[in-house]
């Protein structure tokens, strides 16, 4: 099963862009930058273990000051795609980039945008991988990010750009707050796809959808305590990344055996299995998908159904989706 799941063609719709940084790709980015961050990898491998989740964060956030140059941008961005692309071959990504965080670090969003582009075009070129973006507010900087980063989104924009989202804490950072930015992203095209329910209840998630217009839901984990819920998202398509060994490591759920997926899979809610911010919780695409068979009792023909699912509810370009199912088709019948 771990060789067919490996082998498998996948898109992955959940996935953050610095959250995504292997030990090798922040070995590089220390040695360019010394201080507090190792260098050798296995001392790195021991930094990387969380006592908790604020342990969890000290350590981001020691890993995003090591992204300081456009270079690194670039580096960061296609040493990430060969990652996903030769390991897990995935075939399309949708990176959430928190472009302000670097941009309040001194780099001009011009450069940003020009370093996530250039790494983008080369990735498709080298790696087959194709990469779009969503843009997220780090919601415990509150409105004045939201409006930066609608910002970046309407008057820098790229064609790659599909997506915005919303990260960071919930308790303490209310949702209404964001309606008039997601409304003008909305307005201009772009997906509404913001976190909610991973940490707070399942009002969070009813706030994005009603207020936020969300077309697809971050974990939505706490959706699981509200049936009228899980009904309106089963209605309206609206699809949760479930990103299980996140959840865990976040506490968001106990534990993996108490995991809801099958809950929202027997509600008829599509789920997109995913895998947030994999090096950091010790995991990867092919890890979350060994996990959700597991949770979902599924053979190689179910796993084949939920990797279509994350196709299927992906904003990939119409062609670049059927390509990838056919793929899928093939590779299940080899
Ligand atoms: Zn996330």
Redesign the pocket.
Known sequence: MRDFIQGLPKAEL?V?HIGSVSPRIVSELASRHPGVVPTDLEELRKYFEFRDFGHFIDVYLSVVDLVRTPEDIRYLTYEVARDMAEGQSLRYAEL?CTPHTSVIRGIPIEAYTEAIEDARVAAERDFGLVLRWIYDIPGELGVPAAEATLGYALDHRVDALVGFGL?GPEVGVPRPQFQPHFEAALAAGLHSVP?SGETTGPETVWDAVRLLGAERI?HGTSSAHDFTLLEHLAEEGIALEVCPSSNVATRAVASLEEHPLRRFVEAGVLVSIAS?DPPMFNTTLNREYEIAAELLDLDRDGIADLARTSVDVSFAPDDVKQRILGEIDSYLAG
């Open positions: 959940h953050h959430t990260g976190h971050g947030d």
